[in-house]
């Protein structure tokens, strides 16, 4: 099993930055893509951003040019890069890897970490 860390969420101000890290515990093969969700409270879990394992990324339309995704594969590690953040950015930012290895599919998750977007 495959243990997925996420850090760097905090308190911003709006227009702020932050930079959220994905750690694995180890090596992941076979990965078809790495992704960012959030989670406000009452509302459903959300894709902000991807990344496929052949560099190709997709962003929610509300994060588009404002938000990075991009990922380390040597040293297992995943980064999204939130700037101009607003108020509405407040969630819970979750990483999620899915892939395929010897024929079997996996979904890894990290616990979260909490982004808030405050004056």
């Known amino acids: 099993q495959v243990q997925l860390v996420e850090s760097g969420g905090g308190l911003v101000q709006p227009g702020g930055s932050l930079r959220l890290s994905c750690a694995a515990s180890?090596?992941?093969?076979?990965?078809?893509?790495m992704g960012w969700y959030r989670q406000a409270p009452g509302k459903q879990r959300e894709l902000v951003a991807s990344?496929?394992?052949?560099?190709?990324?997709t962003y929610a339309d509300s994060v588009k040019g404002r938000f990075t995704i991009s990922r380390d594969n040597v040293k297992n590690m995943g980064y999204l890069q939130m700037n101009s953040l607003k108020p509405e950015d407040t969630a819970v930012y979750y990483c999620?890897?899915?892939?395929?290895?010897?024929?079997?599919?996996?979904?890894?998750w990290g616990q979260g970490t909490q982004v808030t977007v405050s004056s």
């Open positions: 999620n890897v899915v892939g395929t290895w010897r024929g079997e599919e996996y979904d890894y």
């Open positions: 180890r090596s992941i093969f076979g990965i078809n893509a």
């Open positions: 990344i496929t394992n052949r560099g190709t990324t």
